[in-house]
Structures are given as structure tokens and as C-alpha cells.
């Protein structure tokens, strides 16, 4: 697997320095050095974290701006385009990733080649919390896609001084449990209406759309990768679209957008009442 482009890192060495020129100019000015300010403006914030769109949805959100430095010490900002596989199911898990923008698609491989869509990272979620050495799955970027990478080794020394990080971390792990569980339920007991209808309010409920409206679903993943995804061909994928359509619960502007038109109605069905 060819090596994803790394965009920056902000070195350990460049947050000591503009620390202590920022306690020289307090000094100078006879105000008290702190070499952690109380407050930070978004731009003072360092670099990647200052121009992160990501950071309310994502573990970072738990670090103090003050705290941020040591933190973004240890990110790596990668870029990889579409169609790349930045996780290797089976291969060592040696870092953390947290996804800053675009969309990936999870998923295991049987041994006979055939792949099942577990799931789909955007922004804000964090990926590698593997209990054993390995991953246990894949990533590959639907489209181009921006992460931070994490040594597992430094991290987890970092954790020590930050509880509150460790506890949001704990939140994912226990979400992605909740999650699985819906899986499960999804592909055991849904019907494909019912899937469909999950799988768009899922969609709604993650971020920000791409008209700032939650009626308004950008899905960059393909008709395949959602059938996939919910255990479904893709005729039928397109086929209980097109019905949903009909029955005005959703629109369909065009390829990669959906609009949700009766949020109630596809609620219920989801549930199971209609």
C-alpha cells in the first residue's frame, strides 16, 4: 500500500518556542507569564487545530485550547484520495486516526473476496480503537479525505494528563458498541424499506449537511456501497429509493444528495408502524 501524503506536523519543538516568546513579550509589557494562556482566539490556536472544522464533533473537543499544543504535538495531517485504503484490516494497529474531513468506508473482507460495508467515517470520528494488535477492519476514502494521525504509544502517555480526553474516547468505544448492536438489528430483523429509512435518518443525524438544513443529505457513497452496506442489491437500493420518492417522504435532486421531506413518516418506518 502506497504511503498516504503527509500535509504537516507540528512539531513538539516549535510549541516549546512560541511559548516562550509568548511569555517574553508578557514580561515585557510587566504582565504576569503564563505559558499556557486562559483564553486563545482561533488565531493563536496552533496549527492543525487552528483551521479544523472538525474539532466540536471529535475527541480533540475534550482538550482545553490552552492544552491544545501538546496535543497537535503529536498529530500527523495526512491526505489521501479517493479510492485509497488508509487502513489495512489484519496489519498492525499502530496508530489512531481522526477524521478532519471527507467521508471513508469501513469494511471486513471474507476469505473468498467478498466485502461487507460495516460502516461510514466522516468528520469527527476517530478510528483504531482496536482491543488487539491488529485492526480489525478496513478504511478506504470515498472521496478525498483528511485525518490526523496518532501514535498509539504517544497517545496513550498523553491520556495521563488529560482525563477528560480519556473519557471521550471511552464515549466512542461505547458507541461503537450501540452501533454494531443496530447493525445487527438492521440486518437481522429490517426490511429493506426499513433499512433504507434507518440508514437516511443515521445519515441526518451525523454533522452537518451540505445546505447547513438536516433535511438535506449530502451521501457521497455510492448506490453499491449503501446496499452493501445494508445487506441489500442495488436494484433494490434504487428501487425503494424511488418508492420513498413517491411516496413524498423523500426527494432526490440528484445523485450524491436526498432530501427528507416528511422527517416523521420516515421515522415510523424505521420503527417498524408503517
Known amino acids: 500500500m502506497q504511503a498516504p501524503a503527509v500535509l504537516s506536523a507540528y512539531p513538539r519543538e516549535a510549541t516549546q518556542l512560541d511559548a516562550r516568546r509568548g511569555d517574553a513579550k508578557r514580561e515585557a509589557f510587566g504582565v504576569v507569564s503564563r505559558s499556557h494562556p486562559l ?8 496549527e492543525p487545530c487552528a483551521h479544523c472544522g472538525a474539532r466540536g464533533q471529535s475527541v480533540c473537543g475534550a482538550v482545553e485550547d490552552e492544552d491544545l499544543g501538546r496535543l497537535a504535538a503529536l498529530a500527523v495531517v495526512t491526505e489521501v484520495d479517493a479510492g ?3 487502513i489495512e484490516e489484519g496489519e498492525a494497529a499502530e496508530s489512531f486516526f481522526n477524521v478532519t ?5 469501513l469494511y471486513k473482507l471474507l476469505p473468498d473476496g467478498r466485502r461487507q460495508i460495516t460502516g461510514f467515517a ?4 476517530f478510528l483504531g480503537l482496536a482491543v488487539s ?5 478496513s478504511a478506504e476514502a470515498i472521496e478525498a479525505v483528511r485525518f490526523c494521525r496518532f501514535s498509539r504509544p504517544k497517545l496513550r502517555k498523553l491520556l495521563i494528563d488529560f482525563p477528560k480526553l480519556e473519557q471521550r474516547l471511552l464515549d466512542v468505544a461505547a458507541n461503537e458498541l450501540v452501533a454494531a448492536q443496530e ?3 438492521l440486518l437481522g430483523r429490517k426490511t429493506a424499506r426499513e433499512r433504507l429509512a434507518t440508514f437516511l435518518l443515521m445519515q441526518s443525524a451525523q454533522g452537518p449537511s451540505c445546505a447547513g438544513a438536516r433535511d438535506r443529505l449530502r451521501l457521497p457513497m455510492t448506490r453499491g456501497d449503501i446496499a452493501d452496506y445494508l445487506g ?10 424511488s418508492r420513498l420518492r413517491t411516496e413524498r417522504m423523500i426527494d432526490i435532486p440528484n445523485t450524491s444528495d436526498v432530501m427528507i421531506l416528511n422527517l416523521g413518516a420516515l421515522r415510523s418506518l424505521a420503527g ?3
Not at 483564553?39 to 496552533?46: A, E, G, S, T, V
Not at 474531513?101 to 468506508?105: L, Q, R, V
Not at 466522516?122 to 470520528?125: E, K, S, T
Not at 494488535?133 to 477492519?137: G, I, L, N, R
Open 39 to 46: 483564553l486563545m482566539d482561533r488565531r493563536q490556536l496552533p
Open 84 to 86: 485509497r485504503t488508509f
Open 101 to 105: 474531513s471527507g467521508t471513508a468506508k
Open 122 to 125: 466522516g468528520p469527527g470520528h
Open 133 to 137: 494488535s491488529t485492526y480489525a477492519f
Open 183 to 185: 447493525q445487527m438489528l
Open 232 to 241: 441489500l442489491t442495488i436494484e433494490t437500493v434504487s428501487r425503494t429509493l
Open 272 to 274: 417498524g408502524f408503517s
